[in-house]
Every structure is written in C-alpha cells, then in structure tokens.
C-alpha cells in the first residue's frame, strides 16, 4: 500500500480531498513505475477537480497532479532493467497509462512520460517542468528560431510566462515582457527579459513599439499571449506585418468569448497560433523534450517554487493554486 491524494467527486478541493492508504499501481508493458519524491500542481489540475467548464470525473477515485520528479522503481515487460534507479520528471500522468497522477507515493506512466532528469536538476526542478516548461517552450518556437527576433512574453512572471522569457533569451531573442506590478517586473527581468513595462502604463503600446524598435530586429514579430481577450488589441497594435501571437491561456470565464479585432489582424497578415500542451503533436513535443533537457543542463531555465506543501495538505495546496494560478510552481513533498 501507498500514501495517496485523492478525489471522489468533484468540488472545492477544501471538501473533496483526501488522504490515505491505496493500493501501488504494477506497471504493465512499456510502463514505469515511479517512486514520487515530488508532485507539482498546475492550475488545469485544480480545473479538472472543481469540474470547471463542465469537465467531468475521470474514474470513481482520481488522484490528481500531472507533473512530478521521482526515481524509476520498477518496470513493465520489454523494458530494459537498467531504467531502474533512474531520476526522471513525469509530465501528463493523469493522462496516460492508468491514468492515475503524481499526488502518491508511486506513479504509473508509459516510459516516454518518464524523462530523465540532468544530473544539475533537483526532484523540485523536475517537478516543476511539465506543463508550464512545455508550454512555454511551444509558444515560444512554434514558428521556428527565435534568434535575432523580439519576442514579447505577456505576464512574464508567470508560471509559464516565466519560462517563456527563459527560453526566449536562451534561444537568443531579444525579449520584451509585460508584468502586473514592480514585484513581478522583477520576477522577469531576472528570468532574462531585456525590459519589462507594467501592465497598467498609459504608454504601454508606445513603449513596446519604441523598444522593440530599438532592438536588433527592429519589430516586435512574435508573441507569447496568456490573456487573449485582454491584450489582442495590443497585441495587433505593437506586431509587425506577418508576426505571430502564441496563446497559450484564457481568462478564468469558461464560457469566455472575446471579441477579435480581426481588421487590425487581417491588415497585417497576424497569424493566431493556440497553443494546448496536452495535444501537442508528437514532433513539437520531442522538441520540447530535447530543448528542456538541454536549457536545463546550460542553465538556460530555472524554476520559481510559489509554495510546497506536505501531502497531509494536498487539499490545502490544490486550493492555494486557483484556476489562475500563483506564478511560481506550488510543489508537494512525498517523502
């Protein structure tokens, strides 16, 4: 038996949440099983729990978390005996295999969702990748390489905005980020951003344009978007002709529907390009792979820990995410 987080209906995870004793899951062929050391939390776990926008329950009893960091314990036919004791990251457990998340002692996930983690990495730095790493990483190269280009990270203090300027600068753009407040300006400007402007300037779009115009590339021609229907207005101001806008986030309206300012982007030829991390294709997510393991051993990415809990508080965690998230990763120990 093992220490699990679990829900059995769906709710306020304040109500719904428990803790207890569950059976370890057996890996069957091409599985892993993972000792979890660390589970990490993304507001879509938080969704998927309250059953926001109508999302329903996935088994009678689901233990949640889609990311989290552990040591290879055991493994399913035609794998070879050597992945055992191996340190990987886990993305998209609730989603694969038996479908059964990282909020327990012991994760089940086909070997491809386990990957392994750089010696310069530590079971939180694993737990934090997933899905805001992997996000942040289509968003920002979904045209390509960014080098030499400017690119513009909206809420470059978020949990994947925070990325996103990461990779950004690693892939050598020059990056613009806008922020809600001096404290999170900082949060980007030390993730790498070359100037941030807060949301709330009267001369954001100016100011944008000007910078951008002063870099290396003249022109804003790539954005990474979190707030679609707040920003595309701005968005399509500050763009060059043929630039893109990579939306990766929404408002917390689930029945949101924004009005598109479809003049201002059809004059300039603006491409849209939505970004969903769990329906990544396999070619963008072998990207990712690559390009984070590689960011992490570079030290091109680093993560920002909002809060970590025990997981006797697995409830109090979940709710401490919001549907909008913190910024930073809320992790849980498992040890």
């Given amino acids: 038996m093992m220490r699990a987080g679990y829900y059995e209906r769906l709710g306020d995870p304040l109500e719904t949440v428990q803790v207890g004793e569950t059976p370890i899951p057996r890996p069957g062929p091409g599985e892993v099983l993972v000792r979890v050391h660390v589970s990490g939390i993304n507001p879509s776990d938080l969704k998927r729990a309250t059953g926001w926008a109508g999302a329903p329950m996935a088994h ?49 996930v086909p070997v491809e969702y386990a990957v392994p983690l750089p010696a310069n990495a530590d079971f939180s730095f694993g737990a934090c990748l997933g899905v805001p790493a992997m996000t942040a990483h289509r968003a920002v190269f979904s045209e390509g ?7 513009l990270v909206a809420g470059g203090a978020g949990s994947v905005g925070r990325f996103a300027v990461q990779f950004a600068a690693w892939g050598g753009a020059h990056v613009i980020a806008t922020a809600g407040s ?12 070359d100037e941030v402007f807060l949301y709330t300037d009267p001369d954001l779009p100016d100011k944008i344009t000007a910078c951008a115009e002063a870099g290396p590339a003249g022109g804003v021609s790539h954005v990474v978007e979190v707030h679609f229907r707040d920003n595309i207005a701005l968005d399509a101001r500050v763009l060059e002709a043929n630039g893109t806008v990579s939306l990766y986030g929404s408002s917390d309206d689930p029945n949101e529907q924004p009005v598109v300012p479809m003049r201002d982007l059809l ?40 809060a970590r809990y025990k997981l006797e508080d697995l409830a109090q965690a979940m709710a401490a995410v919001g549907v909008a998230g913190t910024g930073g990763k809320v992790l849980v120990d498992l040890d």
């Fill in 60 to 108: 009678p009893r689901v233990i949640p978390n889609n990311d989290g960091a552990g040591v290879i314990d055991a493994i399913g036919d035609g794998l070879p005996a050597t992945l055992i004791g191996q340190r990987v990251w886990i993305y998209e457990a609730t989603l694969v295999g038996p479908r059964q998340g990282t909020a327990a002692q012991y994760c089940v």
């Fill in 145 to 151: 390489p960014v080098e030499g280009k400017t690119v």
């Fill in 182 to 193: 001096p404290e999170k300006a900082a949060i980007a400007r030390d993730a790498g951003a």
């Fill in 267 to 306: 004059r300039k030829g603006i491409n849209l390009r939505w970004v969903m991390v769990y329906a990544l294709a396999p070619k963008p997510r072998a990207a990712a792979l690559r390009d984070i393991e590689r960011a992490i051993i570079e030290g091109g990415i680093t993560p920002l820990v909002a």
